[in-house]
Protein backbone atom coordinates (compact mmCIF):
# COMPACT_ATOMS: atom_id res chain seq x y z
CA UNK A 1 0.00 0.00 0.00
CA UNK A 2 1.28 3.32 -0.84
CA UNK A 3 2.26 5.60 2.09
CA UNK A 4 -0.32 8.26 3.07
CA UNK A 5 0.17 11.64 1.41
CA UNK A 6 0.47 14.68 3.97
CA UNK A 7 -1.65 17.28 3.44
CA UNK A 8 -2.50 20.59 5.77
CA UNK A 9 -6.00 19.44 7.10
CA UNK A 10 -8.71 16.77 7.24
CA UNK A 11 -11.96 17.30 8.30
CA UNK A 12 -13.66 14.08 9.82
CA UNK A 13 -16.61 13.30 12.46
CA UNK A 14 -19.33 14.32 9.73
CA UNK A 15 -22.57 13.23 9.74
CA UNK A 16 -23.35 14.23 6.05
CA UNK A 17 -21.64 16.18 3.28
CA UNK A 18 -23.86 17.88 1.23
CA UNK A 19 -23.22 19.48 -2.02
CA UNK A 20 -24.37 20.83 -5.52
CA UNK A 21 -21.91 19.60 -7.91
CA UNK A 22 -20.13 21.03 -11.51
CA UNK A 23 -19.51 24.45 -12.54
CA UNK A 24 -22.83 25.67 -14.05
CA UNK A 25 -26.11 27.27 -12.91
CA UNK A 26 -28.46 23.90 -11.98
CA UNK A 27 -32.29 24.58 -12.95
CA UNK A 28 -35.54 23.30 -13.23
CA UNK A 29 -35.28 19.63 -11.77
CA UNK A 30 -31.43 19.91 -11.42
CA UNK A 31 -31.82 22.86 -8.71
CA UNK A 32 -32.65 19.76 -6.00
CA UNK A 33 -30.12 17.20 -7.50
CA UNK A 34 -27.30 17.59 -5.05
CA UNK A 35 -24.63 15.13 -3.69
CA UNK A 36 -25.03 13.77 -0.36
CA UNK A 37 -22.41 11.68 1.11
CA UNK A 38 -23.55 9.72 4.87
CA UNK A 39 -20.25 10.13 6.78
CA UNK A 40 -18.12 12.20 4.42
CA UNK A 41 -14.82 14.14 4.60
CA UNK A 42 -12.90 16.18 2.89
CA UNK A 43 -8.90 16.52 2.04
CA UNK A 44 -7.70 19.80 1.59
CA UNK A 45 -4.33 21.24 0.80
CA UNK A 46 -2.47 24.30 -0.52
CA UNK A 47 -5.83 25.90 -0.39
CA UNK A 48 -7.82 23.57 -2.34
CA UNK A 49 -10.16 20.59 -1.95
CA UNK A 50 -7.86 17.61 -2.83
CA UNK A 51 -10.55 14.90 -2.41
CA UNK A 52 -14.12 14.13 -1.01
CA UNK A 53 -15.30 10.62 0.11
CA UNK A 54 -16.01 8.59 2.66
CA UNK A 55 -14.14 8.66 5.60
CA UNK A 56 -12.41 5.57 6.53
CA UNK A 57 -10.85 6.03 2.90
CA UNK A 58 -9.70 9.34 3.24
CA UNK A 59 -8.08 8.65 6.55
CA UNK A 60 -6.70 6.13 5.40
CA UNK A 61 -5.07 7.47 2.43
CA UNK A 62 -4.11 10.89 4.14
CA UNK A 63 -1.89 12.09 7.01
CA UNK A 64 -3.09 15.59 7.99
CA UNK A 65 -1.23 18.39 9.81
CA UNK A 66 -4.73 19.23 11.54
CA UNK A 67 -7.63 17.44 11.22
CA UNK A 68 -11.12 18.89 12.42
CA UNK A 69 -13.59 16.69 13.96
CA UNK A 70 -17.27 18.14 12.87
CA UNK A 71 -18.50 15.64 15.63
CA UNK A 72 -22.21 15.17 13.98
CA UNK A 73 -22.35 17.93 12.43
CA UNK A 74 -23.15 18.89 8.14
CA UNK A 75 -20.52 19.92 5.75
CA UNK A 76 -21.58 22.21 3.14
CA UNK A 77 -19.66 24.65 0.71
CA UNK A 78 -19.20 28.43 1.86
CA UNK A 79 -22.40 30.49 0.80
CA UNK A 80 -21.82 33.19 -1.72
CA UNK A 81 -23.90 35.97 -1.22
CA UNK A 82 -24.67 37.28 -4.93
CA UNK A 83 -26.07 41.03 -3.92
CA UNK A 84 -25.20 42.72 -1.02
CA UNK A 85 -24.82 46.89 -0.67
CA UNK A 86 -22.22 46.63 2.35
CA UNK A 87 -20.62 50.16 1.90
CA UNK A 88 -22.67 52.31 4.27
CA UNK A 89 -22.01 54.88 6.94
CA UNK A 90 -25.27 55.06 9.20
CA UNK A 91 -28.79 52.21 9.65
CA UNK A 92 -31.89 53.67 8.89
CA UNK A 93 -34.40 52.18 11.69
CA UNK A 94 -36.74 55.10 11.52
CA UNK A 95 -37.49 53.80 8.09
CA UNK A 96 -38.04 50.87 9.32
CA UNK A 97 -40.09 52.26 11.88
CA UNK A 98 -41.92 54.26 9.72
CA UNK A 99 -43.39 51.43 7.25
CA UNK A 100 -44.69 49.84 10.83
CA UNK A 101 -46.78 52.57 10.74
CA UNK A 102 -47.89 52.67 7.11
CA UNK A 103 -45.78 54.60 5.53
CA UNK A 104 -44.36 52.82 1.77
CA UNK A 105 -40.64 52.04 0.49
CA UNK A 106 -41.39 54.66 -2.34
CA UNK A 107 -42.91 57.48 0.26
CA UNK A 108 -39.60 57.30 2.82
CA UNK A 109 -37.57 57.91 -0.82
CA UNK A 110 -39.91 60.73 -1.88
CA UNK A 111 -39.27 62.16 0.76
CA UNK A 112 -35.98 62.42 0.98
CA UNK A 113 -35.09 59.28 3.02
CA UNK A 114 -34.37 56.01 1.15
CA UNK A 115 -31.18 55.49 -0.95
CA UNK A 116 -30.09 59.39 -0.72
CA UNK A 117 -30.30 59.54 3.50
CA UNK A 118 -27.65 56.43 2.82
CA UNK A 119 -25.92 59.01 0.41
CA UNK A 120 -25.35 61.69 2.91
CA UNK A 121 -23.96 59.22 5.13
CA UNK A 122 -21.22 58.10 2.51
CA UNK A 123 -20.18 61.11 1.19
CA UNK A 124 -20.02 62.27 5.04
CA UNK A 125 -17.79 59.22 5.41
CA UNK A 126 -13.77 59.29 5.40
CA UNK A 127 -12.87 56.01 3.53
CA UNK A 128 -10.95 54.98 7.02
CA UNK A 129 -14.34 54.63 8.87
CA UNK A 130 -15.82 52.96 5.81
CA UNK A 131 -13.12 50.57 4.99
CA UNK A 132 -13.65 49.48 9.34
CA UNK A 133 -17.50 49.13 9.08
CA UNK A 134 -16.55 47.00 5.63
CA UNK A 135 -14.39 45.13 7.97
CA UNK A 136 -16.81 44.35 10.73
CA UNK A 137 -19.50 43.32 8.34
CA UNK A 138 -17.17 40.98 6.58
CA UNK A 139 -16.29 39.66 10.04
CA UNK A 140 -20.08 39.15 10.61
CA UNK A 141 -20.48 37.42 7.59
CA UNK A 142 -17.59 34.92 7.61
CA UNK A 143 -19.64 34.07 10.90
CA UNK A 144 -22.50 33.04 9.38
CA UNK A 145 -20.71 31.43 6.75
CA UNK A 146 -20.66 33.28 3.48
CA UNK A 147 -16.68 32.82 2.50
CA UNK A 148 -17.87 35.38 -1.51
CA UNK A 149 -19.99 38.18 -1.36
CA UNK A 150 -20.79 40.72 -4.53
CA UNK A 151 -20.57 43.62 -3.16
CA UNK A 152 -22.21 47.00 -4.82
CA UNK A 153 -21.11 50.71 -4.69
CA UNK A 154 -24.07 53.10 -5.12
CA UNK A 155 -24.45 55.26 -2.06
CA UNK A 156 -21.37 57.84 -3.17
CA UNK A 157 -23.57 59.03 -6.71
CA UNK A 158 -20.47 61.19 -7.53
CA UNK A 159 -17.36 59.97 -9.21
CA UNK A 160 -15.07 60.76 -5.97
CA UNK A 161 -17.44 59.03 -3.72
CA UNK A 162 -18.35 55.81 -6.00
CA UNK A 163 -14.04 55.22 -6.50
CA UNK A 164 -14.01 55.51 -2.51
CA UNK A 165 -15.92 52.78 -2.17
CA UNK A 166 -14.69 50.72 -4.62
CA UNK A 167 -11.37 51.13 -3.38
CA UNK A 168 -12.32 50.62 0.26
CA UNK A 169 -14.12 47.09 -1.47
CA UNK A 170 -10.36 46.28 -3.29
CA UNK A 171 -8.20 46.93 -0.06
CA UNK A 172 -11.27 44.88 1.80
CA UNK A 173 -10.14 42.35 -0.17
CA UNK A 174 -6.11 42.70 0.14
CA UNK A 175 -7.45 42.09 4.07
CA UNK A 176 -9.28 39.48 5.24
CA UNK A 177 -10.74 36.49 3.61
CA UNK A 178 -14.17 36.70 2.29
CA UNK A 179 -13.75 37.65 -1.31
CA UNK A 180 -15.67 40.85 -2.15
CA UNK A 181 -16.68 40.70 -6.11
CA UNK A 182 -16.94 44.44 -6.76
CA UNK A 183 -19.87 46.01 -9.01
CA UNK A 184 -20.36 49.56 -9.74
CA UNK A 185 -23.89 50.86 -8.81
CA UNK A 186 -23.66 54.52 -9.66
CA UNK A 187 -27.12 54.56 -11.39
CA UNK A 188 -28.76 53.52 -8.28
CA UNK A 189 -30.68 56.79 -7.89
CA UNK A 190 -30.42 60.54 -9.05
CA UNK A 191 -28.84 62.30 -6.22
CA UNK A 192 -29.83 65.52 -4.94
CA UNK A 193 -27.62 67.83 -7.13
CA UNK A 194 -28.99 66.05 -9.93
CA UNK A 195 -32.78 66.63 -9.21
CA UNK A 196 -34.76 66.98 -12.33
CA UNK A 197 -31.46 66.31 -14.61
CA UNK A 198 -31.44 62.42 -14.69
CA UNK A 199 -30.09 62.47 -18.35
CA UNK A 200 -27.41 64.87 -17.45
CA UNK A 201 -26.84 62.30 -14.06
CA UNK A 202 -26.88 59.17 -16.47
CA UNK A 203 -24.03 61.20 -18.83
CA UNK A 204 -22.27 62.09 -15.61
CA UNK A 205 -22.14 57.94 -15.13
CA UNK A 206 -21.07 56.80 -18.32
CA UNK A 207 -18.63 59.45 -19.91
CA UNK A 208 -17.06 60.22 -16.39
CA UNK A 209 -17.79 57.52 -13.40
CA UNK A 210 -17.60 53.91 -15.80
CA UNK A 211 -14.18 55.15 -17.97
CA UNK A 212 -12.40 55.77 -14.58
CA UNK A 213 -14.04 52.75 -12.66
CA UNK A 214 -12.71 50.31 -15.62
CA UNK A 215 -9.44 51.66 -16.57
CA UNK A 216 -8.69 51.57 -12.92
CA UNK A 217 -9.89 47.96 -12.81
CA UNK A 218 -12.55 48.42 -9.59
CA UNK A 219 -15.23 46.41 -10.72
CA UNK A 220 -16.14 43.58 -12.50
CA UNK A 221 -19.88 44.36 -12.62
CA UNK A 222 -22.33 46.89 -13.28
CA UNK A 223 -25.83 47.48 -11.76
CA UNK A 224 -28.54 49.45 -12.16
CA UNK A 225 -31.80 50.32 -10.40
CA UNK A 226 -33.93 50.21 -13.18
CA UNK A 227 -37.32 51.23 -11.70
CA UNK A 228 -40.51 53.79 -12.55
CA UNK A 229 -39.04 56.34 -9.85
CA UNK A 230 -35.33 56.27 -11.09
CA UNK A 231 -33.85 54.60 -14.36
CA UNK A 232 -35.98 53.62 -16.76
CA UNK A 233 -35.15 51.02 -19.47
CA UNK A 234 -33.81 53.73 -22.21
CA UNK A 235 -31.96 54.67 -19.37
CA UNK A 236 -30.22 51.44 -18.47
CA UNK A 237 -29.93 51.01 -22.00
CA UNK A 238 -27.21 53.14 -22.37
CA UNK A 239 -25.55 52.82 -19.22
CA UNK A 240 -25.15 48.95 -20.13
CA UNK A 241 -23.95 49.49 -24.00
CA UNK A 242 -21.26 51.40 -22.27
CA UNK A 243 -20.40 49.19 -19.34
CA UNK A 244 -20.08 46.84 -22.29
CA UNK A 245 -17.73 48.70 -23.89
CA UNK A 246 -16.00 49.09 -20.83
CA UNK A 247 -15.41 44.93 -20.05
CA UNK A 248 -17.83 44.91 -17.51
CA UNK A 249 -20.45 42.44 -16.95
CA UNK A 250 -24.15 43.11 -15.97
CA UNK A 251 -26.28 42.68 -13.07
CA UNK A 252 -29.55 44.53 -12.68
CA UNK A 253 -32.01 45.45 -10.25
CA UNK A 254 -35.25 44.43 -12.03
CA UNK A 255 -39.03 44.54 -12.28
CA UNK A 256 -38.65 44.57 -7.82
CA UNK A 257 -40.90 47.56 -7.36
CA UNK A 258 -43.19 47.64 -11.07
CA UNK A 259 -42.94 45.16 -13.98
CA UNK A 260 -40.91 47.85 -16.33
CA UNK A 261 -39.67 44.49 -18.09
CA UNK A 262 -36.65 44.62 -17.03
CA UNK A 263 -36.08 41.19 -16.97
CA UNK A 264 -36.83 41.16 -21.36
CA UNK A 265 -33.84 43.66 -21.34
CA UNK A 266 -31.55 42.14 -18.94
CA UNK A 267 -32.05 38.94 -21.53
CA UNK A 268 -31.26 40.57 -24.26
CA UNK A 269 -27.99 42.52 -23.17
CA UNK A 270 -27.24 39.25 -21.96
CA UNK A 271 -26.31 40.39 -17.91
CA UNK A 272 -25.19 37.99 -15.63
CA UNK A 273 -28.16 37.95 -13.25
CA UNK A 274 -31.48 40.04 -12.52
CA UNK A 275 -32.21 40.38 -9.41
CA UNK A 276 -35.53 40.70 -7.49
CA UNK A 277 -37.77 40.31 -9.60
CA UNK A 278 -41.41 40.33 -7.65
CA UNK A 279 -42.97 41.83 -10.62
CA UNK A 280 -41.38 39.36 -13.48
CA UNK A 281 -44.10 38.69 -16.41
CA UNK A 282 -44.45 35.43 -17.35
CA UNK A 283 -43.01 36.99 -20.95
CA UNK A 284 -39.53 37.93 -18.72
CA UNK A 285 -39.70 34.47 -17.34
CA UNK A 286 -39.07 32.94 -20.83
CA UNK A 287 -36.76 35.61 -22.48
CA UNK A 288 -34.63 35.06 -19.02
CA UNK A 289 -34.78 31.19 -19.26
CA UNK A 290 -33.96 31.72 -23.05
CA UNK A 291 -30.63 33.80 -22.74
CA UNK A 292 -29.75 31.62 -19.20
CA UNK A 293 -29.80 34.90 -17.03
CA UNK A 294 -29.55 34.14 -13.36
CA UNK A 295 -32.50 35.69 -11.43
CA UNK A 296 -31.18 36.44 -7.96
CA UNK A 297 -33.79 36.52 -5.26
CA UNK A 298 -34.24 38.31 -2.17
CA UNK A 299 -36.86 36.00 -0.34
CA UNK A 300 -36.86 38.71 2.50
CA UNK A 301 -36.58 41.65 0.99
CA UNK A 302 -40.41 41.70 0.48
CA UNK A 303 -41.00 40.66 4.62
CA UNK A 304 -38.80 43.72 5.78
CA UNK A 305 -40.42 46.29 3.17
CA UNK A 306 -44.21 44.68 4.13
CA UNK A 307 -44.80 43.88 0.56
CA UNK A 308 -46.63 41.42 -0.13
CA UNK A 309 -45.87 40.91 -3.88
CA UNK A 310 -43.39 38.08 -4.14
CA UNK A 311 -40.88 36.43 -6.99
CA UNK A 312 -42.83 33.85 -8.61
CA UNK A 313 -39.81 31.11 -7.85
CA UNK A 314 -41.68 28.52 -8.66
CA UNK A 315 -42.50 29.80 -11.76
CA UNK A 316 -39.14 30.41 -12.64
CA UNK A 317 -37.84 26.91 -11.68
CA UNK A 318 -40.72 25.08 -13.77
CA UNK A 319 -39.57 27.60 -16.93
CA UNK A 320 -35.86 26.02 -16.10
CA UNK A 321 -33.87 28.94 -14.77
CA UNK A 322 -31.13 28.33 -12.23
CA UNK A 323 -32.02 30.97 -9.36
CA UNK A 324 -29.45 32.23 -6.40
CA UNK A 325 -30.91 32.85 -3.39
CA UNK A 326 -29.15 36.05 -1.81
CA UNK A 327 -29.78 38.48 1.80
CA UNK A 328 -29.59 41.78 -0.24
CA UNK A 329 -28.02 43.28 2.87
CA UNK A 330 -28.59 46.94 2.45
CA UNK A 331 -29.06 49.50 5.78
CA UNK A 332 -32.99 49.91 3.68
CA UNK A 333 -34.48 47.28 2.66
CA UNK A 334 -32.88 44.49 3.50
CA UNK A 335 -30.35 44.68 7.12
CA UNK A 336 -29.61 41.07 7.13
CA UNK A 337 -26.40 39.34 6.56
CA UNK A 338 -27.53 35.43 7.38
CA UNK A 339 -28.06 33.09 4.41
CA UNK A 340 -29.01 30.89 6.45
CA UNK A 341 -32.19 32.64 6.96
CA UNK A 342 -32.63 33.93 2.93
CA UNK A 343 -32.47 30.23 2.41
CA UNK A 344 -34.77 29.50 5.30
CA UNK A 345 -37.37 32.56 4.02
CA UNK A 346 -36.66 31.62 0.05
CA UNK A 347 -38.09 27.63 1.54
CA UNK A 348 -40.70 29.26 3.26
CA UNK A 349 -41.57 31.73 1.01
CA UNK A 350 -41.13 29.91 -2.73
CA UNK A 351 -41.80 26.54 -1.38
CA UNK A 352 -37.92 25.56 -2.14
CA UNK A 353 -36.50 22.35 -0.27
CA UNK A 354 -33.64 22.36 1.39
CA UNK A 355 -31.45 20.98 -1.27
CA UNK A 356 -32.97 23.71 -4.02
CA UNK A 357 -31.81 26.22 -1.53
CA UNK A 358 -28.21 25.13 -1.04
CA UNK A 359 -27.66 25.04 -4.66
CA UNK A 360 -29.23 29.08 -4.68
CA UNK A 361 -27.35 30.04 -1.97
CA UNK A 362 -23.83 28.69 -3.71
CA UNK A 363 -23.43 26.95 -6.75
CA UNK A 364 -25.60 28.88 -8.80
CA UNK A 365 -24.97 32.44 -6.67
CA UNK A 366 -21.40 31.43 -7.39
CA UNK A 367 -21.93 30.98 -11.26
CA UNK A 368 -23.75 34.20 -11.63
CA UNK A 369 -20.94 36.40 -10.62
CA UNK A 370 -18.35 34.01 -13.03
CA UNK A 371 -17.12 31.95 -10.41
CA UNK A 372 -18.36 28.62 -10.84
CA UNK A 373 -15.45 27.07 -11.84
CA UNK A 374 -14.00 27.99 -8.86
CA UNK A 375 -16.65 28.13 -6.01
CA UNK A 376 -19.82 26.76 -5.02
CA UNK A 377 -19.38 23.20 -4.62
CA UNK A 378 -17.32 20.55 -2.35
CA UNK A 379 -15.22 19.03 -5.06
CA UNK A 380 -11.65 18.25 -5.75
CA UNK A 381 -9.74 20.84 -7.39
CA UNK A 382 -11.93 23.66 -6.22
CA UNK A 383 -11.01 26.55 -3.51
CA UNK A 384 -11.87 25.18 0.55
CA UNK A 385 -14.62 27.04 1.29
CA UNK A 386 -16.59 24.92 3.13
CA UNK A 387 -18.70 24.77 6.61
CA UNK A 388 -19.44 22.55 9.37
CA UNK A 389 -22.91 23.28 10.27
CA UNK A 390 -24.52 22.13 13.51
CA UNK A 391 -27.15 20.50 12.27
CA UNK A 392 -27.35 16.83 11.59
CA UNK A 393 -28.31 16.70 8.09
CA UNK A 394 -28.79 19.59 5.10
CA UNK A 395 -32.70 19.95 5.76
CA UNK A 396 -32.25 21.65 9.20
CA UNK A 397 -30.30 24.21 7.27
CA UNK A 398 -33.85 25.96 6.27
CA UNK A 399 -36.14 24.12 9.15
CA UNK A 400 -34.27 25.45 12.27
CA UNK A 401 -34.59 29.77 12.22
CA UNK A 402 -32.65 32.47 14.17
CA UNK A 403 -30.12 30.27 15.31
CA UNK A 404 -26.56 30.85 13.60
CA UNK A 405 -25.58 27.04 13.67
CA UNK A 406 -22.69 27.52 11.61
CA UNK A 407 -19.76 25.86 13.47
CA UNK A 408 -16.72 26.27 11.60
CA UNK A 409 -15.29 28.39 8.51
CA UNK A 410 -12.96 27.16 5.98
CA UNK A 411 -11.92 29.90 3.97
CA UNK A 412 -9.38 29.32 1.10
CA UNK A 413 -8.45 25.90 2.99
CA UNK A 414 -7.57 27.68 6.62
CA UNK A 415 -9.69 27.05 9.68
CA UNK A 416 -11.07 30.70 10.34
CA UNK A 417 -13.94 30.63 12.44
CA UNK A 418 -14.79 28.13 15.21
CA UNK A 419 -17.80 29.29 16.59
CA UNK A 420 -18.82 27.63 19.97
CA UNK A 421 -20.24 25.71 22.24
CA UNK A 422 -22.31 23.35 20.33
CA UNK A 423 -24.12 20.35 20.79
CA UNK A 424 -22.17 18.46 17.79
CA UNK A 425 -20.27 21.07 16.14
CA UNK A 426 -16.28 20.47 15.41
CA UNK A 427 -13.08 20.41 17.46
CA UNK A 428 -9.62 20.06 16.72
CA UNK A 429 -8.71 16.06 17.04
O1 LIG B 1 -31.75 46.14 -3.44
N1 LIG B 1 -33.43 48.42 -4.89
C1 LIG B 1 -32.45 49.14 -4.76
N2 LIG B 1 -31.48 48.96 -3.89
C2 LIG B 1 -31.62 48.30 -2.66
C3 LIG B 1 -32.21 49.18 -1.64
C4 LIG B 1 -31.25 50.17 -1.27
C5 LIG B 1 -31.67 51.07 -0.18
O2 LIG B 1 -32.87 51.24 0.12
O3 LIG B 1 -30.74 51.62 0.40
C6 LIG B 1 -32.35 47.00 -2.81
O4 LIG B 1 -33.45 46.79 -2.32
FE1 LIG C 1 -30.15 45.65 -4.06
Known sequence: MAAPETIDLLVVGAAELATPTGVRPRGGAELGAIQVVARGALAIHAGRILAVGAEPELVQRFKALRVLDARGGTLVPGFVDAHTHPVFAGTREEEFELRTRGQTYLEIAQAGGGILSSVRGVRAATR????????????????????????????????????????????????QVVECVPTFLGAHDVPAEYK?????????????MLPRVAERGLARYCDAFTEAHTFDLADTRRLFARARELG????????????????????????????????????????????????????????????????????MIEAGLAPALSTDFNPGSCYLQSMPEALAWGALRYRLSAAECLTAGTLNAACSLGRG?????????????????????????????????????IARGRVVVVNGPSERGPRDA
Open 128 to 175: EQLLELLLLRLERFLALGTTTIEAKSGYGLTLEDELKCLEVIAEANRR
Open 196 to 208: GQRAAYVELVCEE
Open 373 to 409: HELGTLESGKRADVIVLDHPNHKHLVYELGRNAVRAV
Open 248 to 315: LGLRMHADQLTDLGGAELAAELGAASADHLEHVSPRGIQALARAGVVPVLCPVVPLFLRQEREAPARR
